[in-house]
């Protein structure tokens, strides 16, 4: 009897994927191999893994993918400073990417012709687990049963029933969310309408900042390169250093997002975010570049920061000139080393002092004080020279000049009149 073939499930143990088990091997008459994946999403991976054989699954596999998260995608995000529309640290967006790709390891060696994931049709994180999976094997088939079987919520529940899958006992989760180790992910139900204010139930992962201790707690965060990799004078492996700052700031109530964003697919949503971690030490990054990075590479990584936002964003992780980018912000990083202290209070995190041994600050041009090596009859000349132009200006065109203030451009020429048009017809 020849083998049935298979299909790689990313298993996340809830409702929509368990269901997926049981519905893609009846859909598609496969196998199903069920891959969970460790971000850190801090749930009971043994209970998940036999939660998937007990649904129906030939075979549970369980993937530790922490540290790989952390080096391989988190930290070229930080380094590159990538947040998306100022606002979204890219946790989801980040985890991506590393989930297609185990799912297409674990396909390959499995022999499998397909892989499959719970995402529905209006989100941006099918399309980021489909383009990844194509790109890295395009001989992959993608199934996404949430998108293909078209239920509501008790068509899926009575599917569940039906084929003994356990259905939560619980009400209804009144969101969707998403958590690995760089932040949590919060949308839909009550957060539908961008007035309502979020609800407490929202956050998990932080305290009320108006319930967070009264006395503020200092870190020093200690970078290599860009990287973090010690706090308070420890080295750490990005694990534990990163477990630590989310437990100390969620703590102080750091790291709150509530955002309205736009998707890839044309949608606009709002989504909260909870991301201590991430919070904290973008901050704490930020602030040792302003005093290791010169003025224009300052300006000129704002560019680079953002188009590697929207790259992760988009889910174009694994194209050249994601690669390119990289390139740069290597190079970039390598006078980012030195320490930052921060403040943790009630909500705030606050750059409270830096260090470089790479520090392009110097005292002696700074200082108001004795010591001063500032030219300062220099700053004459150059005053001149750098508002000549502008002054030129205002004497021969500006001063001369009445504006009108608030004219709207045109962008629409008026219709076609009858006159205008040449017609012919055939009689
Ligand atoms: N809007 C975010 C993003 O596109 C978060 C998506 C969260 N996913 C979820 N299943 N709730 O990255």
Redesign the pocket.
């Known amino acids: 009897m020849s083998e049935r073939d298979k299909v790689i499930l990313a298993y996340s143990g809830g409702l929509d994927t368990s269901v997926a088990i049981k519905w893609i091997q009846d859909e598609y008459d496969v196998d199903v191999v069920a891959l969970t994946i460790d971000l850190g999403q801090g749930r009971d991976l043994t209970a998940i893994k036999e939660k998937a054989v007990k649904v129906g699954a030939v075979k549970a596999i369980v993937v530790d993918a922490k540290a790989m998260f952390l080096d391989y995608f988190v930290w070229p995000a930080l380094m590159a400073d990538a947040v998306y529309e100022g606002q979204?640290p890219?946790a989801?967006?980040l985890g991506r990417p590393l989930i297609a790709k185990l799912l297409v390891d674990i396909a390959q060696q499995e022999g499998a012709s397909a892989v499959a994931h719970g995402c529905t049709g209006k989100?941006?994180?099918q399309v980021r687990i489909d383009v990844s999976v194509h790109t890295l094997d395009p001989s992959l088939r993608v199934i996404a049963p949430a998108r293909e079987w078209r239920w509501t919520r008790n068509q899926e529940m009575e599917y569940a029933r039906k084929n003994d899958i356990p259905v939560p006992v619980t009400k209804k989760q009144p969101y969707?969310?998403?958590q690995n180790l760089w932040g949590r992910?919060i949308?839909a139900g009550v957060l539908e309408d961008p007035w309502e204010e979020p609800p407490a139930n929202a956050w998990e992962w932080t305290v009320d900042p108006r319930e967070a201790p009264a006395e503020p707690v200092y870190v020093e965060i200690e970078f290599r390169q860009g990287r973090p990799v010690g706090l308070d004078g420890e080295k750490l492996d990005s694990v534990t250093l990163v477990q630590r700052l989310h437990d100390l700031a969620g703590q102080h109530g750091i790291g709150r997002v509530d955002h309205v964003?736009n998707?890839l697919v044309g949608i606009k949503?709002r989504?909260l975010y909870e991301a201590p971690a991430a919070t904290v030490l973008h901050t704490a990054h930020q602030a040792l570049e302003t005093l290791t990075l010169s003025k224009q590479a300052v300006r000129f990584k704002t560019y680079v920061a953002q188009e590697y936002a929207d790259l992760i964003?988009n889910g174009l992780w694994f194209c050249s000139h994601h690669q390119d980018l990289l390139a740069y912000v290597i190079s970039n990083q390598r006078f980012v080393s030195g320490t930052v202290r921060v403040r943790l209070h009630r909500g705030a995190c606050t750059v409270v002092g830096r260090q470089s041994p790479h520090s392009l600050y110097s005292k002696a041009l700074a200082t108001y004080d004795t010591g001063d090596q500032f030219d300062h009859k220099a700053a004459v000349g150059f005053i001149w020279v750098h508002g000549l132009a502008q002054q030129t200006q205002m004497q021969l065109q500006l001063q001369a000049e009445e504006p009108e203030l608030y004219r709207i451009p045109v962008l629409r020429p008026p219709a076609i009149g009858v006159e205008e048009q040449d017609v012919s017809e055939r009689k």
Do not use: F, I, K, P
Request: aromatic fraction near 12%.
């Open positions: 979204y890219l989801t967006a989100g941006n994180d969707s969310t998403d992910s949308e964003e998707r949503s989504e964003y």
